[in-house]
């Protein structure tokens, strides 16, 4: 598939005189005519991905950037809100063939059991507003797969999460979601998944919000890479995210008032936190440690976290551990050459606040062949 951005330009955001690698914004985005564009800063993401119906294939930004979910299958109409049956969300994503699903209708889907989603599927929620309630999707050993534009509220059942990837699922891109009130968590990613990004989504009324990395025996997560940026953590407890193993660049997202911590790291993880806003509530630390032995392992260990430029408002304290910093902690432009980042502002709080989880946004057509 070859770089999924050929056709991007970008300029350097800072210049440093050290040969730590840049980090980049876009100048010219395409801004949609339905999006209040005063407000729109031109270093927001994918501000062009709405210009047409696929145009969302191969454009994530971070380590979920090679994703192309149902490029290349046909249309796939749900046209009913059935919890399965012809024409249901849970037919099109059993089928095994490459397919771009999506809605004539809108409403809630309950789900009476967990709706799997095979691999090269696009779930496009976009022109409509999809309620998904009961339980949730699970990725398991998929690739190529699209989550957009769509709410998930009310998952009940132990180990009932909103999205559940694992095990083994790779080039994952949830985009635009809105997540709220499940048992257990709204994300979470283990045993073996990798190469996924989780972008522009809101997270609420929820404890355990995202798990990265399953417990200390599942050493094969060592292998798990996640991009979360542009995300709304907004009064949810703990685990924004929580990560064992796994290396995460966390950037321009907004975590406030969380109830325990706003970001932990545990067994060997690698958290890179690069312009992000912390905004505590009554809990002032945001960044925990929580040591636990590997399998493989004689010594407990926790990870580490770096913050670059990150924002601590109302008397936020990082939390930081200078002896905890790696020489080993990965730098993000090893992975992939450019993302679009901005310096932590009131109004990058807002424009977050906005422009995060489900989206009244229209289904975009087809392009013109």
Request: aromatic letters at 8%; proline letters at 7%; glycine letters at 8%.
């Amino acid at each position: 598939m070859g770089n999924a951005h050929p056709h991007r330009k970008h300029r350097n955001h800072h210049h440093h005189p050290t040969p730590t690698p840049p980090y980049y914004i876009s100048p010219q985005p395409y801004v949609p005519s339905y999006m209040p564009q005063p407000h729109m800063p031109h270093s927001l993401p994918y501000l062009n991905v709405d210009s047409s119906l696929r145009a969302l294939a191969g454009q994530a930004e971070g380590f979920g950037r090679f994703a192309i979910g149902g490029l290349h299958g046909p249309i796939y109409l749900v046209t009913t809100l059935s919890d399965d049956g012809p024409g249901s969300l849970r037919d099109g994503c059993r089928r095994k063939e490459p397919l771009w699903i999506v809605f004539e209708v809108s409403g809630t889907i309950h789900l009476s059991s967990t709706l799997s989603v095979s691999s090269y599927k696009t779930i496009d929620g976009r022109g409509q507003r999809i309620k998904l309630t009961g339980k949730g999707l699970r990725l398991k050993e998929c690739e190529h797969v699209i989550v957009c534009n769509l709410e998930f509220e009310g998952g009940r059942g132990p180990d009932v999460d909103g999205i559940q990837i694992k095990p083994n699922s790779k080039h994952i891109w949830i985009d635009r979601c809105s997540l709220h009130d499940y048992d257990d968590g709204l994300i979470d990613i283990t045993r073996g998944s990798t190469d996924i990004t989780v972008s522009r989504c809101h997270f609420a009324q929820h404890d355990k919000t995202m798990l990265i990395g399953a417990d200390p025996s599942h050493v094969g997560d060592r292998c798990i890479r996640v991009t979360i940026h542009h995300c709304f953590f907004d009064g949810t407890r703990q685990r924004h995210p929580r990560v064992r193993y796994g290396k995460v660049h966390l950037y321009n997202n907004y975590t406030r008032n969380w109830g325990i911590y706003a970001v932990c790291a545990s067994v060997e993880s690698q958290i890179y936190s690069q312009c992000n806003i912390y905004e505590a509530g009554q809990k002032k630390v945001a960044f925990k440690y929580l040591h636990e032995k590997a399998a493989d392992k004689d010594e407990a260990c926790s990870g580490c976290i770096r913050s670059e430029g990150d924002l601590f408002l109302t008397g936020t304290q990082a939390g930081l551990l200078t002896e905890n910093v790696m020489s080993n902690m990965f730098h993000p432009s090893e992975y992939y050459p450019t993302w679009t980042v901005e310096p932590p502002s009131e109004a990058l709080k807002h424009i977050v606040q906005q422009f995060t989880g489900w989206q009244s946004v229209p289904r975009p057509a087809e392009a013109s062949s």
